[in-house]
């Protein structure tokens, strides 16, 4: 790769084109900005499309409801990390953005009175935490993800937005001076040709990084890519102890059953045919907090009431519900269930075990999307040139735990804010690009010279697999203090072979195994910053249960943790409790 890199200039470029990647591209396109967006694969591929249950809002339409409630519970089921301003922000938000969306032709399924039909889901209720559900979540049938991101990608066709379609983003390129971002550097799949894209606003939007561990509901491209390039960039990883596992992966593949099975009315089953989950969560029983059901689930097949001639599922049981409810409501998961677990759910209940699913942490972003850093004396300085948003962003309306429906929400609601905002910063300091340092580039060269030279070495797949076998064994639903030592030490080993990895296939034009050893180093970045920081936080909160500390501890853990990549080292920052309006919602006791 001899000779200067490519430059193309763009006003702002987003990385990554899911639902968030696209609402804000959507915004800044209708701005007449120059935006490019940069995407692994096509956009209605992206892993948006797999969501499947809800956007939460509470439109009211099925049931009482009212953005303060929503407020509440998103804090409680934040298991109190989540910062208030954000979750306020979201939930006051999540009526317009919606509406907004159903007026961009989403196809919402409808009540008898044409609105927009909307079910229960877990950790929802009314009136701040009562035994009632709340019907939040707005619906396509169960493809309602699917029917999200096939509407905003329509919408930025129309626009005229342009894609830059099989690019890989590699590195971020900031400024030495003050640490700006000026974009990044991206390979071509389909030429191995490495281009610099240059802008004066960069967006991360590049999803999870669920691929780490070895049973996950994620898709393939889940590696943590936006986690890997900001971490190698100084910047901090937060919270990423807290990864969501969904109570209702197919046991065996791990695909994903919705929790909007349980919404409309199914339920978990052990091997003696008990309904469990009134022992767990009497109140809201199957429809409690994910992290709730996702232990009371491996509690069960733990203690021996697990189903199967391997003791090591349950069942959710929606043959009940009749033919005519599962057709119209759930009919993707009748096909999923029969494809995936031979089980036809009409006739049988569906064998179910928690699978990894959400990461709750990421780069910190504040709630209009900027991204924030310690400075100096203060917590929080803005990246100038930097946005997250979506799952690779914290923002911290997620906390511990992320409820049911507020993914989708969190995608528009963000995506929205920081398409805004990237909007009145270009319009402030309007200005041409600043020189890029001379090393711009510099990083991804050398990275991808590394795999080119190398003759020997660690194959990509027994790298990947020891990785997500460690992070499976080690870091999982319950974490045990012995298990999580033993975790770091191996995963220390894994990420010193990623150093090593040799490919032999040294082709240029759309080298799959280029691509992978390359998501693979991301992958083991967003893997070390879980580990780390989950052994290190000595509390059970949210996602993260501790057999050793099995209580919330308010006086020494209600913190933000930061990861970052150079020595593997933490630091900690403290939790928005003051929302935007109002009084602060203190933390107590969670229960449902």
């Known amino acids: 790769m001899s000779g200067a890199l490519a430059v193309r200039r763009f006003d702002a470029i987003v990385v990554g084109a899911g639902g968030s990647g696209l609402r804000a591209a959507l915004e800044l396109a209708r701005a007449n900005l120059k935006v490019a967006v940069l995407t692994k694969v096509f956009p209605t591929r992206s892993h948006t499309v797999a969501a499947q249950g809800g956007v939460a809002a509470p439109l009211a339409n099925s049931s009482e409801d009212h953005w303060h409630w929503h407020m509440y519970d998103t804090v409680k089921g934040s298991d109190y990390l989540g910062d208030q301003d954000a979750i306020e922000y979201m939930c006051r938000r999540a009526t317009e953005v919606v509406v907004e969306l159903e007026h961009m032709g989403m196809p919402f399924d409808r009540l008898e009175n044409g609105k927009i039909y909307q079910r229960p889901f877990g950790g929802h209720t009314q009136d701040y935490g009562s035994a009632k559900m709340a019907m939040r979540a707005c619906a396509a049938a169960d493809r309602t993800g699917h029917a999200m991101l096939h509407t905003l990608y329509q919408q930025n066709v129309r626009a005229s937005t342009q894609f830059f379609v099989e690019w890989m983003a590699l590195d971020l390129i900031r400024d030495p001076q003050d640490g700006a971002v000026l974009g990044v550097t991206a390979l071509e799949m389909e030429t191995g040709e490495v281009s610099i894209f240059q802008a004066k606003a960069t967006l991360f939007a590049t999803g999870g990084s669920g691929r780490m561990f070895f049973s996950s509901t994620n898709a393939f491209i889940n590696t943590g890519d936006g986690l890997g390039m900001a971490a190698r960039?100084?910047?901090?990883?937060?919270?990423?102890?807290?990864?969501?596992?969904?109570?209702?992966?197919?046991?065996?593949?791990?695909?994903?059953?919705?929790?909007?099975?349980?919404?409309?009315?199914?339920?978990?089953?052990?091997?003696?045919?008990?309904?469990?989950?009134?022992?767990?969560?009497?109140?809201?029983?199957?429809?409690?907090?994910?992290?709730?059901?996702?232990?009371?689930?491996?509690t069960e097949i733990k203690e021996g009431r697990g189903c199967g001639p391997g003791a090591d599922h349950v069942l959710l049981k929606l043959d009940h519900l009749g033919p005519e409810v599962i057709l119209q409501r759930l009919p993707?998961?009748?096909?999923?269930?029969?494809?995936?677990?031979?089980?036809?759910?009409?006739?049988?209940?569906?064998?179910?075990?928690?699978?990894?699913?959400?990461?709750?942490?990421?780069?910190?972003?504040?709630?209009?999307?900027?991204?924030?850093?310690?400075?100096?004396?203060?917590?929080?300085?803005?990246?100038?040139?930097?946005?997250?948003?979506?799952?690779?962003?914290c923002v911290s309306v997620h906390g511990g735990n992320r409820l049911g429906c507020n993914s989708l929400l969190d995608l528009l609601v963000f995506g929205k804010s920081s398409g805004e905002q990237m909007i009145r910063d270009l319009r402030a300091l309007p200005r041409p690009h600043r020189s890029l340092p001379p090393e711009a580039g510099e990083l991804s060269r050398a990275r991808l010279a590394r795999l080119e030279g190398a003759t020997t070495g660690e194959r990509v797949a027994d790298v990947c697999n020891d990785l997500r076998r460690t992070m499976q064994a080690h870091c999982s639903v319950f974490r045990f203090p012995d298990l999580l030592v033993e975790g770091v030490a191996k995963m220390k080993a894994v990420a010193a072979r990623v150093g090593r990895i040799c490919i032999e296939d040294k082709s240029r034009i759309f080298n799959t195994a280029r691509i992978e050893a390359l998501e693979l180093d991301n992958l083991a970045e967003?893997?070390?910053?879980?580990?780390?920081?989950?052994?290190?936080?000595?509390e059970s909160r949210g996602a993260q249960a501790r057999i050793d500390h099995p209580d919330r501890d308010d006086a020494n853990w209600l913190k933000h943790t930061l990861w970052y990549s150079e020595g593997s080292r933490l630091a900690y920052k403290p939790v928005h409790l003051k929302p935007l309006s109002g009084e602060s919602i203190e933390p107590k006791v969670r229960t449902y």
């Open 332 to 393: 993707g998961i009748r096909e999923i269930a029969i494809k995936f677990a031979n089980a036809d759910p009409i006739r049988e209940p569906i064998p179910v075990v928690p699978t990894a699913h959400y990461q709750m942490g990421g780069i910190p972003a504040n709630y209009l999307g900027q991204v924030v850093v310690p400075e100096g004396a203060g917590h929080e300085g803005i990246v100038p040139g930097f946005y997250a948003a979506g799952e690779c962003s």
């Open 526 to 538: 967003a893997a070390m910053a879980t580990i780390v920081s989950a052994e290190a936080r000595k």
């Open 233 to 298: 960039a100084g910047i901090p990883l937060q919270d990423m102890e807290f990864y969501q596992f969904h109570p209702t992966g197919v046991h065996g593949a791990g695909v994903l059953i919705t929790e909007g099975v349980r919404g409309e009315g199914g339920y978990l089953l052990n091997r003696n045919g008990e309904r469990f989950m009134e022992r767990y969560a009497p109140n809201a029983k199957d429809l409690a907090s994910r992290d709730v059901v996702s232990r009371a689930m491996t």
